[in-house]
Every structure is written in C-alpha cells, then in structure tokens.
C-alpha cells in the first residue's frame, strides 16, 4: 500500500534529506507514514505531485514526474528503504509536527496518526491509544492500528480491577519497557487473556499525562518472540505520547 506515495518522500530526501521531506510533508499536508499506510489514492497523488514541484522549484531542481503503468504519477529513481534507527525516528517527529495545524486538538485524528507513524518507525505490528476513565477504573481503546492489516479499531476496555499490577506501573512509571511481557510483572497479568491470543511477545507502553494527571497509555505491541527495547525507543514513545498529550489539551 502507498508504493508510489512513499517514494514522493524517497526522492525528497535524496534531493534535500530531512528538511526536504518536512517540506513535501508540510506542503501536500501528508507524512511519509501516511503516505505509505494509506494507499495511493488519486487525491493524495496529485497533492504529492503538486508539492514535489514545489520542493524543486524552489530548491532549483528540475522537476521529472514519471507515469505508471496503470497511470498513476510516480516520481522518477523511485525505490530503496528508509533507514531505522535513530534517524528515523527524529524524521518522524519532524514530520508529525510539521502537521502541527491539522492534527493538534483533533485527537481522533491525531491518534491515528501517531499508531500509522509509531508502527512503521519502530517496526511493531499493533500501536494503540487507551483513555483512562476519570474513576481511574478502566481504560478505553481510541484506536489501535494494525501494520500488516493497515485497518483501525477502537472500543476495547480493560478494567483496573482485572489488571492491577500494570494500571499500578502507570501511575508511578516513565515508560513500561516490558521486553519479555509475559515474564514482567507489570504485564503479565496480560498473559493469557491478551498477549498469547494474539501472539504479542514484547510491550513498550507510555502513560499520556495532561496538565499533571494520566489521561491515558500509547502501547506498542511487539507480535512475535520477545524483544529488548533500547533507551531511543523509549524516548521516541515518550515524545508520541507528548504529542498526543498537547492534542488532548488543545481540546
């Protein structure tokens, strides 16, 4: 999905780097994530296109679109692989904060946004965005992203009375970097009902605080064996979870 829309952000960069995709990002009102998730729609094409010629001209470039063979507009040296790791990490953020004015204080928005750009820069199959109640009893799914399928939910509960140990973690912790998420006692009460129907090895999961009280948890689900999160990753979904957070306020 998104072939020929990732690869606008693949010939930005070559062209400029960062600050070339955050051009085309700010331009044709659309992350490199979204691009790739989302599916090469006509509209998102002509925007990308519209913008590319844009972020050429005024870099002195000569602009050079291509045509697929089923018509659609695709830039020319279209292909490779974005790097992991660090650098994209901080591309990400770039680029989701260039999208300042469309998506703070729309949260609905902003969520899926932040689980599309989250899945795709860690490599995790399931991202989702939970509100905590104001009894402090449950905790409600806003959206939970889904890489492979690339299909949004929402609605799931889970309530504190079920899963103590883990609502007791986010009250009192930065992050829950539960890289054996069966064996951690934050998130093994999770174990049987949760993390092996679905086949989730790993958790890294960050509480969303807004103006001084938990108002809810980005989870990042690791589908498969366990895995070690380092300390970047855990910055990475700190500063999610704080673009969520100023959203929420803006509301």
């Known amino acids: 999905m998104g072939k020929h829309a990732r690869a606008f952000f693949e ?42 010629t844009e972020v050429k001209n005024r870099r002195g470039a000569k602009p050079s679109p291509a045509v697929a063979a089923d018509g659609e507009i695709v830039p020319a040296n279209a292909g490779g692989r974005e790097a992991m790791g660090l650098r994209a990490q901080f591309r990400c953020i770039a680029e989701l904060m260039s999208q300042r004015s469309l998506f703070l204080g729309d949260v609905d928005k902003t969520v899926r946004r932040v689980n599309e750009a989250a899945a795709s820069t860690l490599d995790v199959e399931r991202v989702s965005v939970w509100a905590l109640d104001a009894g402090r ?12 399928a690339a299909k ?20 009192s912790e930065r992050t829950i970097a539960a890289g054996d998420a069966h064996q951690d006692p934050r998130t093994s009460c999770f174990s049987a009902s949760y993390l092996k129907p679905l086949g989730i090895g790993a958790l890294l999961d960050v509480p969303i605080w807004v103006q001084g009280t938990m108002a809810g948890v ?18 990475f979904a700190y500063l999610l979870s704080t673009i969520i957070a100023l959203s929420m306020e803006r509301r």
């Open 11 to 52: 010939e930005a960069e070559r062209l400029g780097g960062l600050a070339a995709k955050a051009q085309l990002a700010a331009l044709a009102r659309v992350t490199s994530t979204e691009a790739a998730t989302g599916g090469d729609t006509p509209d998102m094409l002509r925007r990308l296109q519209t913008a590319m």
């Open 137 to 148: 009893t449950k905790i409600t799914c806003l959206d939970l992203f889904e890489r492979t």
């Open 152 to 171: 949004h939910a929402s609605g799931v509960e889970l309530f504190r009375k079920d899963f103590e140990a883990y609502f007791a973690a986010l009250e």
């Open 218 to 235: 980005l989870c990042h689900e690791h589908v498969g064996p366990s895995r070690k999160w380092n300390s970047d990753e855990e910055a």
